[in-house]
């Protein structure tokens, strides 16, 4: 069983930056597709980025590539999310999530991904 640990999170001001990390644990195995999703209050969860098994490929959601960056160390298992310039409707909670198929290419959809962290609550301050 694979468990994801997002962490990272907390409050920041407009304008500001996080990095989150997301650790996978569990077994012994050998990297997946990785992503990030997040939820705002009262609103569906949503694609945020994802990460090839090498990092040598990313994805991202058209609002966010230009401030967000997904990026990974498989010697820790961890996956990365470099956030700036981050604004008020940013405030969401951030989800990593892996994709344990052995075919698929980066997808968006989140019921194609497999294990999922709890997420961390990211709120951006006015």
């Known amino acids: 069983q694979v468990q994801l640990v997002e962490s990272g999170g907390g409050l920041v001001q407009a304008g500001g930056s996080l990095r989150l990390s997301c650790t996978a644990s569990?077994?012994?195995?050998?990297?997946?597709?990785m992503g990030w999703f997040r939820q705002a209050p009262g609103k569906e969860r949503e694609f945020v980025a994802a990460?090839?098994?090498?990092?040598?490929?990313?994805y991202y959601a058209d609002a966010l590539k230009d401030r967000f960056t997904i990026s990974r160390d498989n010697a820790k298992t961890t996956v990365y999310l470099h956030m700036n310039s981050l604004k008020p409707e940013d405030t969401a909670v951030y989800y990593c999530?892996?994709?344990?198929?052995?075919?698929?290419?980066?997808?968006?959809?989140?019921?194609?991904?497999?294990?999922w962290g709890q997420g961390t609550q990211v709120t951006v301050s006015s």
């Open positions: 999530a892996e994709d344990s198929s052995d075919y698929r290419d980066l997808t968006v959809r989140a019921d194609e991904y497999d294990y």
């Open positions: 569990g077994r012994a195995s050998r990297p997946y597709i």
């Open positions: 990460i090839s098994r090498s990092g040598t490929k990313t």
